[in-house]
C-alpha cells in the first residue's frame, strides 16, 4: 500500500514539474504555475505545513500590508506597485502580473494567480543563487527545476538540487529586509544593516539561527529528515519564520497557527529586559530610571516597519495609599497611546511636516528612539509632587504590530483586524 502510494506520489510531482519547468532556463520569466501546497508538501510535509502559517505565507494577502499598497499605489501614481511587490509576491512580479493594469481601489483589485498569491515561498526562496544588493529585493533567481538549500549532499526525484552556502548566512534575508526609498534614498527599514552591526553578527549568530529554529534568540538543533524518504540530518530548519507580527497568526487556529503565535509570543518574552533604578534629582523633579535592554533580538527593537511597529512603556505609579498618583501608556478607549507616552519607534515625515506611517511619502526622518542590538535605552519617568511615599512602581514594555490611527491612515476601518497587544517584560519595585 505504501509502495503504491509513493509510487502515485512521484508520477504525479514528475508530471507536475515537467509542466511547470518545460523548457526554462535560468534568467526566464514562464515556469511558476503550480501552488508548492501541490508541488512541495508530498515531500515537505512539515515544512509546508509551518510556512503556511507564517506571515512569508500572507505577504500579499495580509490585510495590512494590502491596505498600504493599495494606498502607495494609488499616491505614487503605481510607480511603488513592483517595488513592493518584489519581496512581497516575488513571482507575482516575475509572471508579469504586477504592476497591474491600473491601480487597485479596494482589496480584491490586488488578487493575482494562485501560486503568486503563495507571497514569499519555496519556490521563490530555494531557486535564489544570489544577489546584485542588499537591499530592496536585490536577489538574483536561478533555474526553476533546481532547488537550492544548505545541504551538500541533498539528492531528489523530483527536482535537482544545489548546495549553496548563502542559505546559512543571513545575506538571503538581507536583499528584502532592507528597504531604501527607491525615489530620494532615504533609509526606510534596516533590519539587515542593524543586524551587521550587532553582536550577533559578531558571534556569528545569523538570521536563520533565531527564526528558523526553536531556540528563537539562540540557534537550537533540531534532528530530523529533510525530505520525505531522506537520510537523517543533524539539523533541519524550522519554517515558521518566527516574527512579531502577530495579527495574522492570532486568527489561525489549526496546529501550526497555534504553534506560531506561540513562538512569536516567546520570541518578544526573550527579547528585551527591564530595570527600575533608584530615583535621581532631574531638575526640580524626582525621577525613576527605567533601563530598556535588549538581551535577545539581532537588531534594533523594533525593527522592520518601525515608523508603523510600536515598542512602548507603561508605567503606573501607586502611593503608600495603593492610590494611582501616575500612569503613562495605557490605551484610551480608542486604542490610541497618550502624548506622555515613552514610544520606541522611528519618526517619518512627510512633505507638509506630518507624522505619517505613509512610507512613500517620506522626505525627512526623525527621531530613531530605538534600542539597539546588545545595547540598552533609560528613559527617566518624573513622579508626581507631594505624594505619600513609599511608592511601588510598575513597569511593563508592550508591544504592538500597527496602531488604530496606522490604519485609518489608510482609510482602512479601525476594527480591520485584532490588534493583539503583548507584553514583552515587566519590572515592578517598591522606592
Known amino acids: 500500500m505504501k509502495l503504491a502510494m509513493c509510487i502515485r506520489t512521484v508520477l504525479a510531482l514528475t508530471l507536475m514539474l515537467t509542466a511547470g519547468c518545460k523548457g526554462r532556463r535560468a534568467g526566464e520569466t514562464s515556469a511558476y504555475t503550480h501552488q508548492i501546497v501541490d508541488m512541495c508538501r508530498p515531500c ?24 498600504y499598497f493599495i494606498k502607495a499605489s494609488q499616491e505614487s501614481g503605481r510607480r511603488l506597485e513592483t517595488f513592493c511587490a518584489r519581496c512581497h509576491t516575488p513571482l507575482g512580479v516575475l509572471r508579469g502580473e504586477i504592476p497591474f493594469a491600473r491601480a487597485p481601489r479596494r482589496p480584491a483589485d490586488t488578487r493575482v494567480s494562485a501560486v503568486a498569491t503563495e507571497g514569499v515561498q519555496c519556490d521563490f526562496c530555494h531557486t535564489i543563487a544570489g544577489y546584485d544588493r542588499l537591499e530592496n529585493g536585490g536577489y538574483r533567481l536561478a533555474a526553476a527545476r533546481v532547488m537550492r538549500g544548505p545541504l551538500k549532499d541533498a539528492r531528489s526525484p523530483m527536482h535537482g538540487t544545489a ?21 530620494n534614498g532615504i533609509v526606510l527599514e534596516s533590519t539587515f544593516s542593524e543586524w551587521r552591526a550587532s553582536p550577533h553578527a559578531r558571534r556569528g549568530v545569523s538570521c536563520q539561527d533565531c527564526h528558523m529554529t526553536a531556540g528563537l534568540t539562540r540557534r537550537i538543533v533540531r534532528p530530523g ?5 531522506g537520510p537523517p540530518r543533524p539539523h533541519i530548519a524550522d519554517h515558521f519564520f518566527v516574527g512579531p507580527n502577530l495579527i495574522y497568526s492570532s486568527r489561525d487556529d489549526s496546529a501550526q497557527g497555534r504553534e506560531l503565535r506561540r513562538l512569536s509570543a516567546e520570541l518578544l518574552r526573550r527579547a528585551a529586559r527591564l530595570e527600575i533604578g533608584e530615583p535621581v534629582q532631574r531638575g526640580e523633579r524626582i525621577a525613576v530610571p527605567i533601563t530598556v535592554r535588549n538581551v535577545g533580538a539581532g537588531h534594533g527593537l523594533p525593527t522592520g516597519v ?12 501607586k502611593d503608600a495609599r495603593g492610590r494611582e498618583v501616575l500612569r503613562s501608556g495605557a490605551l484610551d478607549a480608542r486604542g490610541e497611546l497618550g502624548a506622555e507616552t515613552i514610544i520606541f519607534r522611528t519618526e517619518v515625515f512627510d512633505a507638509a511636516g506630518r507624522l505619517t506611517t505613509k512610507f512613500w511619502n517620506t522626505v525627512r526622518k526623525g527621531r530613531d528612539h530605538r534600542v539597539p542590538a546588545g545595547g540598552s535605552v533609560t528613559e527617566h519617568v518624573p513622579l508626581p509632587d507631594g505624594v505619600a511615599w513609599p511608592l511601588k512602581i510598575e513597569a511593563a514594555l508592550k508591544y504592538r504590530s500597527v496602531a488604530p490611527s496606522g490604519l485609518a491612515e489608510v482609510d482602512a476601518p479601525r476594527d480591520l483586524v485584532a490588534i493583539p497587544v503583548i507584553t514583552m517584560t515587566a519590572a515592578s519595585r517598591t522606592l
Do not use: K
Open 306 to 317: 518601525t515608523e508603523l511597529r510600536q515598542i512602548w512603556l507603561d508605567v503606573a505609579v
Open 163 to 183: 548546495y549553496d552556502p548563502l542559505f546559512r548566512r543571513s545575506e538571503l534575508c538581507g536583499t528584502c529586509h532592507n528597504v531604501t526609498h527607491p525615489q
Open 44 to 67: 515537505h510535509g512539515r515544512q509546508v505545513a509551518q510556512w503556511s502559517a507564517s506571515m512569508h505565507a500572507r505577504a500579499h494577502t495580509d490585510s495590512v500590508y494590502n491596505r
Open 225 to 229: 529528515q529533510a525530505g520525505h524518504g
